[in-house]
Structure formats: structure tokens, C-alpha cells
């Protein structure tokens, strides 16, 4: 499956961004003046292959949930029950990405792809039709959280494969479905570690440049982390042209699956709009399986973690908003959605010179 998914990405549609470069050459407004969302609407005509692009919607979440053995290094000050908690929070509706979902008429489905803990049963049919109101639950653990990395590989090379091709069906579901736009999520207690070891793995950066606060670390507790990092990195020396190595080395079961979703979104041309530092550490192992799927990939937000602008560099994408979020769960691309919309609206619906009789410099 993985195979055949990167198989099937391909570069983005010059003929159709050429297209959509005249269109907005035509519209009654000044050239430019929509600034990044011009080329925004570009990249997605690019994507879908024609001009203008469909509308961005149904818009579907994904929230792919998972522990981490690297827990016990004591880098979060949470428990890990934690993670399970939340699961039952998303799914009864009491999140802040419940709140923004509803907001943005986005559905809900929350993934276990490896929490440790039991998991609160779903409200509802996991394989009903997508539903803004009623949250999913998608069961596919591939085991019940990662070894600790500091000590060994965090996964093995099936481990990892058997994750991101967890991503890709979802990807691949929600697509059948209907969504027309992705955007991701995660909820795992400690997951910034994995991120930032991820980061620090593909980009080059030193440990403590990748490395954030999380969920608001003390001093002690920060050192602590960048140390394991550290120290994860040079236990394993992974290969940033080896991404599932790598995912398997340091990464997490939901960054794992993070990827498979992004690599799943690319090949049906379908925009998935990244959410935080979880999402662009697992957006730099999708890069790195198939260079091509930064082409459906839109960088909903700048993270506070500073660990995510250096994966946001790597990448080439320009947050469409900053708002010194670090929540994750999807909160801050569910934010960015109704950006992504104006921009895709802007080539359906606005008037050129000629049709308007509006008169040109």
C-alpha cells in the first residue's frame, strides 16, 4: 500500500496554475492584492489539476491519537492516562477542536493508532457518513504505545510501515466519503519529543533548536527533554533519506499515521491542511517518501513549538496564520480553513474586468 500510494503522487499541473495566474490577472482587483492567498489558489489549481480548484469542503479531521514509552523519561509533566481522556473528550464534544470543528461545519475522527490506556467506546457508527456533529472512533492500534527511544528504537520497521498505512486508508475513507479538503490532528501525551527528534532528524538542527516546551515544561524539565533528544539522535543516527527508518527509530505511532495521512491526501490530489509541530515533524517524513506531496501540503499555522518553523523552512510553506498557538488536536488548521476557502472562492465567484464592465488602469 505504501508503494502504490507514493506511486501515485505526482508533481503539481503548471498548464492549470498557468491558468489560474491569468485568472487572477483578469479579476476586478488589483494584480497582488490578495497577497499569499493568490498563490494559495494557485498551488491548490495545481493540485487539482484544473482552474479554478473545487471548493475546499466537506472538510474532515482527522485526530490520530497515540502514546509514547519515552514518557517515562519524565519529559511531560502530564500523566499519560491523559491521552485516553481526551479521546473520550473529542468524542462527546467537549474539546477546543470540537469547538472550532463545529464552527467550521468540519467532521470529526479520532483515530487510536496506539494509546496505552483504555479507550472510551464512540458515540455512534465509526463507518457512518461524515457528520460535523457527531465525532468517529476509528480503532486501529498498532500497538499500545512506542518503546522508549532513549533506550531502543521507538518502533520497528513494520511498526512504522503498519502506521503510515494506517494514515493512508484513513485518507483514503475520508476521501470516499466525500471530504474535500484533510486536515490533521493528534492528541498524545509527550509527543513533542518524538516531534522535535523527528525535526532535528530530517532538517539537521541541534537538539535544543527543535525542541519546544510542549505543554509548558519548567526550566529542569525542558533541559531533561533536549537531553533525551539528544541522546535519542545519537543512539540511533537515523538516515533523514531513510524516512520509515527514521519514523521507526524516533517518531511516534500518530506521527507515523500523520504522514500516511498526508501521503494518502497527495495522491488523490486532495489538500490537507496541516495543523502544528506534530503535524509538520510527520509532514517532513511524508516529504521525504515522496518529495511531490508538499504540493497538496498547506501550512495552516505557525506553531509556538520552534521546532516547527525550522520543519516549516525545510518544507518551503508559509503559515497562513500566527497566532502563537501549541494546543495541537487540529485547532489551529481548523482555524486556517476558512482562509483556505476565500482563497479557492476568490477564482468562482469574483467578476473579471470584462464581465463587470469595470474599467483597468
Not at 485568472?23 to 476586478?28: D, E, K, Q, S, W
Not at 482552474?51 to 490520530?64: D, H, Q, T, Y
Not at 456533529?133 to 531502543?152: C, N, Y
Not at 527514521?246 to 497527495?266: N, R, T
Amino acid at each position: 500500500m505504501l508503494e502504490t500510494t507514493i506511486a501515485a503522487i505526482r508533481p503539481p499541473d503548471e498548464p492549470a496554475m498557468a491558468a489560474a495566474r491569468e485568472l487572477h490577472g483578469r479579476l476586478t482587483k488589483p494584480a497582488g492584492s490578495l497577497g499569499a492567498l493568490e498563490e494559495l489558489s494557485v498551488r491548490l489549481a495545481g493540485l487539482a489539476g484544473h482552474c479554478p480548484p473545487p471548493l475546499p469542503a466537506p472538510a474532515a479531521v482527522a485526530i490520530f491519537a497515540g502514546d509514547h514509552g519515552v514518557h517515562a523519561q519524565g519529559v511531560s509533566p502530564w500523566p499519560q492516562e491523559v491521552t485516553a481522556q481526551m479521546i473520550g473528550n473529542f468524542l462527546a464534544g467537549g474539546a477546543v477542536v470540537n469547538a472550532f470543528a463545529r464552527q467550521a461545519g468540519a467532521a470529526v475522527t479520532v483515530v487510536d493508532v496506539g494509546v496505552a490506556t483504555p479507550v472510551p467506546a464512540a458515540p455512534g457508527d465509526a463507518t457512518a457518513p461524515l457528520d460535523p456533529a457527531t465525532p468517529r472512533l476509528v480503532s486501529a492500534t498498532v500497538r499500545p504505545g512506542t518503546r522508549d527511544l532513549t533506550v531502543t528504537a521507538a518502533l520497528t520497521r513494520d511498526e512504522a510501515r503498519a502506521a503510515v498505512e494506517t494514515g493512508i486508508r484513513v485518507a483514503d475513507d475520508l476521501v470516499a466519503a466525500g471530504a474535500g479538503i484533510l486536515l490533521t490532528g493528534d492528541m498524545g501525551i509527550g509527543n513533542t519529543t518524538p516531534a522535535a527528534a523527528l525535526i532535528a532528524a530530517f532538517t539537521g538542527a541541534d537538539a535544543a533548536a527543535a525542541t519546544g516546551r510542549g505543554t509548558g515544561v519548567d526550566d529542569p524539565t525542558y533541559a531533561r527533554k533536549v537531553d533525551v533528544v539528544r541522546a535519542a539522535l545519537e543512539r540511533h543516527r537515523p538516515d533523514p533519506a531513510d524516512p520509515l527508518g527514521v519514523l521507526a527509530a524516533v517518531g511516534g505511532l500518530e506521527h507515523a499515521a500523520l504522514a500516511g495521512l498526508i501521503l494518502g491526501a497527495a495522491a488523490h490530489r486532495v489538500p490537507v491542511l496541516l495543523d502544528g509541530v506534530i503535524a509538520v515533524s510527520a509532514a517532513l517524513a511524508a516529504a521525504a517518501f515522496a518529495p511531490d506531496a508538499v504540493g497538496a501540503m498547506v501550512a495552516g499555522h505557525r506553531s509556538a513549538e520552534p521546532g516547527a518553523t525550522l520543519a516549516l523552512r525545510r518544507l518551503g510553506l508559509d503559515p497562513l496564520i500566527d497566532l502563537g498557538l501549541c494546543l495541537g488536536e487540529g485547532t489551529g488548521a481548523l482555524l486556517a480553513l476558512p482562509v483556505v476557502t476565500g482563497a479557492v472562492r476568490v477564482l468562482h465567484e469574483v467578476a473579471t474586468f470584462d464581465s463587470a464592465g469595470v474599467a483597468e488602469k
